[in-house]
């Protein structure tokens, strides 16, 4: 094969994200049949969405019936973190020609934290290299939720508490959060918006209040947030 | 939702998901990026992640015998394994078995 040598490096380098991806999506398949969804909504998502959180979240718009405008506008929200990964990837992606867009789709958070560690090697064709790698962790991704998701249509195994797994995922990726920044007030933000938005409005439209609510209170106390020792 | 109001949902995620991916490459090409976006970028994932721990939580009735003290044991149980063994997958996996065992066995 042409690029045998690029397609070997990209598959070392990827071994760490393999065992992740393929456990966290079985959970997502797993979660997402357990509401009775057809297996197939599961590689449908993981082949077109391609987003961790946003589909696990996207497994409780299905159940709530949530409204299109306002899915869009939490998906947006939920995924801003990686709406400035693409800045320092600019110069590394330039010469990537036709690649570039599906580059772009696959940067998650964890192919995001390989592109950028990892060492340049003169040898490798680097656009194929960097194709390779997105696509092996998409692969993982799309293989891990579809056997989820066949799995759990074939067992009928008591699944009451599975959709915890969801919660258990953001408080470690808040704990992560909070190791990075070492700034409370972002996430008494969160509670404080959450909570009002819990009480104040239906359920359904919690997490869209709570968003708005949250940035109202960003811009009111931003001088102290940015003081805050860090 | 019936299977057609799931593509229609799925097409919007997927569309909206790479508009957020695509942003930088669109937008800041040429220059940087104004303060205010960078604020936002710096304080809002904590904001959201927090925000999202709650949505999951949100039909738990607080007010009311057990006032959710299962949801936050397991909350409790998730963060201390994190923050002992700080590996993601055992976190996740044990803190919802953990809460799995509660809500099915502990009326």
Not at chain 2, 53 to 63: C, E, G, Q
């Amino acid at each position: 094969m042409k690029y045998e040598r690029e397609l070997k490096k990209a598959f070392s380098t990827s071994i760490p994200v393999m065992m992740g991806y393929t456990v966290l999506g079985f959970a997502f398949g797993l979660l997402l049949v357990s509401f009775n969804y057809d297996w197939y909504i599961a590689p449908l998502m993981s082949l077109f969405i391609y987003a961790g959180a946003l589909q696990f979240v996207a497994i409780g718009f299905f159940n709530a019936k949530v409204g299109l405008v306002d899915i869009a506008i939490a998906s947006w929200f939920i995924n801003i973190r990686q709406s400035f990964y693409g800045l320092s990837l600019l110069k590394r992606f330039k010469k990537t020609g036709s690649f570039k867009n599906y580059l772009i789709f696959g940067l998650t958070d964890e192919t995001y934290a390989l592109l950028t560690t990892i060492k340049d090697d003169k040898q490798l064709s680097k656009k194929h290299y960097y194709v390779f790698l997105t696509a092996l962790n998409q692969s993982y991704w799309f293989i891990g939720s579809t056997l989820g998701a066949l799995v759990g249509t074939g067992l009928s195994f008591n699944t009451e508490g599975l959709e915890f797994s969801l919660t258990a995922l953001f408080v470690v990726l808040c704990i992560e959060q909070y190791k990075n920044l070492q700034n409370i007030m972002p996430f008494l933000i969160g509670l404080i918006a959450s909570i009002c938005a819990l009480i104040l409005v239906p359920s359904d439209k919690m997490l869209i209040s709570s968003i708005g609510i949250s940035l109202i209170l960003l811009f009111l106390f931003k001088k102290k947030i940015e003081n805050e020792l860090r | 939702m019936n299977n057609y109001e799931i593509y229609l949902a799925i097409a919007v995620m997927s569309v909206v998901n790479y508009l957020t991916r695509v942003f930088p490459f669109i937008f800041f090409r040429k220059h940087e990026p104004p303060k205010f976006v960078v604020y936002i970028e710096t304080y809002f994932p904590p904001v959201i992640m927090t925000i999202l721990i709650l949505y999951t939580l949100k039909d738990i009735d607080f007010s009311n015998a057990p006032y959710g003290l299962k949801e936050i044991l397991g909350v409790v149980f998730t963060a201390f394994l994190h923050l002992w063994l700080k590996n993601y997958l055992v976190s996740i996996f044990s803190g919802t078995i953990f809460y799995m065992i509660l809500v099915q066995y502990f009326v």
